[in-house]
């Protein structure tokens, strides 16, 4: 069992950046591949970024990439999101996630998740 909590979350302008942080515990942190997904309002839970065991191979979607960084700290057991430029679009609720592998961009490949933390971009 691997418990995941995310931490960061808030409101900030459009243009602005924010930090989720997802501190991992229960397993070695180091075997498994993390993700983070997000879901706004009356919208499917979206991929937007994995990282591997290592932190060495990092994959974005596309609406993400060059403005977000997924980066990772296995003696910390924790896993953040730098966003930076963030627009109204990007609000949602953003969940981290872990699975026993490597990346993945499919929901589904993971079997760990957080409860989510609150983004909202004002314009």
């Keep these: 069992q691997v418990q995941l909590v995310e931490s960061g979350g808030g409101l900030v302008q459009a243009g602005g ?15 498994y591949g993390m993700g983070w997904f997000r879901q706004a309002p009356g919208r499917e839970r979206e991929f ?14 596309d609406s993400v990439k060059g403005r977000f960084t997924i980066s990772r700290d296995n003696a910390k057991n924790t896993v953040y999101l730098q966003m930076n430029s963030l627009r ?20 589904n490949a993971y079997d760990y998740w957080g409860q989510g933390t609150q983004v909202t971009v004002s314009s």
């Design 88 to 107: 109204p679009e990007d609000t949602a609720v953003y969940y981290c996630a872990s699975r026993a592998g490597s990346i993945a961009t499919l929901s």
């Design 48 to 61: 937007v970024g994995t990282i591997s065991r290592r932190g060495d191979n990092t994959y974005y979607a």
């Design 17 to 31: 950046s924010l930090r989720l942080s997802c501190a991992a515990s229960g397993r070695t942190f180091s075997n």
